[in-house]
């Protein structure tokens, strides 16, 4: 008879990446996903791998978690590369980080000086030094900060890659096939974890597992067994797709006060992305719309002349702290990475390694210790 299986909840990149780390060490690892693999919230990402740009004043743990990912980016790439056959298209240019009057130029000199004190490599630049680099910029800019280590992927080509070598390598990938409820072990180890899953002809089965990763995202509230899991809410993000056409040709990301921008390689132009608490509202609204091309044309006047080729909103997972999830569950057997918030695509790399070495040698590294989904415990 054949050990339990390594269960995964959830495809996207997270959930992916896990699965692709643990079947190239040789598990037998199966994958459910409710809906298709990688179009929840790492489709509709933008693929900015940014903790220089967007660091917060009071979240240097996950900062040193960002940093470590964005450091493991380029070997994480060219591996998976190589396992897909497929091209992640990770940009290596720096990103800008802009104001456009003297009031968020003030906010911008706050944050470039805690930047240095934490050893950041950021660079000041006067608006003329900003225009020469990125002739694309606003004349009027007020100042702009240039963080030469902040990249972006492609996330989309991302999500195809890891699915293919999650595949490649052995994995076994169910979509169309919900959880509703997960079943933790017992203390002494001699009854598995288990899943109970649902397919398309509603018949549910229970699938017992060596161990289960829930990698569900906004999901994860959804699923039965996890009661003591910290909660995870939908922060809705809404995005413009543009169509970037010579002369105009944005080489950099770009952030502003009121919007980035993020050039892709294949000619789209990515512009996000509002943050708001609506639950699982989905509707892609005038307002959100207008709020992100205004803060564009302010940093970057020229995308009024381009065409707008889509727009959506998705639903970033987030926990009560805006940190991720990642750990034992406090339920043998049941193990947590979602809760991602902004820094799914991001951190893919670290979390995917970190999770499979606690699935396989029983181990938390201290990369993870302080995201403890037993954290908030009073």
């Known amino acids: 008879m054949r050990e339990p299986p390594i269960v995964?909840?959830?495809?996207?990149?997270?959930?992916?990446?896990?699965g692709w780390r643990l079947a190239e060490a040789g598990e037998r690892v199966v994958l459910f996903e409710k809906e298709r693999a990688g179009r929840g919230a790492s489709w509709q990402a933008a693929g900015m791998l940014a903790p220089d740009a967007e660091i917060g004043f009071e979240e240097l743990e996950l900062?040193?978690?960002?940093?470590?990912?964005?450091?493991?980016?380029?070997a994480f790439a060219d591996e998976l590369e190589d396992a897909s056959?497929?091209?992640?298209?990770?940009?290596?240019?720096?990103?800008?980080?802009?104001?456009d009057d003297p009031d968020s130029a003030n906010a911008l000199r706050r944050l470039f000086e805690f930047?240095?004190?934490?050893?950041?490599?950021?660079?000041?630049?006067?608006?003329?030094?900003?225009?020469e680099r990125e002739p694309f910029l606003a004349p009027r800019l007020a100042a702009a900060v240039f963080a030469p280590s902040d990249h972006q992927v492609d996330n989309r080509r991302l999500v195809q890659a890891l699915r293919t070598a999650f595949e490649r390598a052995g994995g076994e990938l169910h979509e169309d096939t919900p959880v509703p409820s997960v079943h933790p072990g017992n203390?002494?180890?001699?009854?598995?974890?288990?899943?109970?899953?649902?397919?398309?002809?509603?018949?549910?089965e229970r699938v017992e597992a060596r161990a289960v990763v829930v990698a569900a995202g906004v999901g994860t509230r959804d699923i039965d067994g996890l009661e003591e899991a910290p909660?995870?809410?939908?922060?809705?993000?809404?995005?413009?797709?543009?169509?970037?056409?010579?002369?105009?040709?944005?080489?950099?990301?770009?952030?502003g006060p009121d919007a980035y921008l993020a050039p892709k390689s294949d000619g789209?132009?990515?512009?996000?992305?509002?943050?708001?608490?609506?639950?699982?509202?989905?509707?892609?609204?005038?307002?959100?719309?207008?709020?992100?091309?205004?803060?564009?044309?302010?940093?970057?006047?020229?995308?009024?002349?381009?065409?707008?080729?889509?727009?959506w909103a998705g639903l970033r997972p987030a926990a009560r702290d805006n940190a991720p999830?990642?750990?034992?569950?406090?339920r043998p057997g049941i193990v947590m990475a979602t809760g991602h918030y902004r820094h799914g695509v991001l951190l893919t790399p670290v979390t995917a390694d970190e999770i499979a070495h606690l699935v396989l040698d029983g181990e938390t590294s201290h990369w993870i210790e302080a995201f403890s989904p037993r954290r908030f415990l009073a």
């Open 63 to 74: 900062y040193a978690l960002s940093r470590e990912s964005l450091r493991r980016w380029p």
């Open 268 to 311: 789209r132009l990515l512009v996000g992305a509002t943050s708001e608490e609506r639950g699982f509202d989905t509707r892609v609204t005038a307002g959100g719309l207008f709020e992100l091309l205004e803060g564009a044309r302010q940093v970057v006047p020229g995308v009024d002349e381009l065409e707008v080729t889509g727009a």
């Open 325 to 330: 999830l990642l750990g034992e569950s406090g």
């Open 85 to 99: 056959g497929q091209q992640v298209d990770l940009r290596t240019e720096g990103t800008f980080v802009v104001a």
């Open 231 to 255: 909660a995870v809410r939908p922060v809705k993000g809404q995005m413009i797709e543009l169509k970037a056409k010579r002369p105009f040709a944005l080489e950099h990301v770009v952030r």
């Open 8 to 18: 995964i909840i959830g495809a996207g990149t997270v959930g992916l990446a896990v």
């Open 115 to 131: 930047q240095k004190e934490q050893g950041l490599g950021v660079d000041w630049l006067t608006p003329e030094a900003a225009l």
């Open 187 to 204: 203390e002494g180890g001699n009854e598995p974890p288990a899943v109970t899953t649902a397919g398309d002809d509603g018949n549910a």
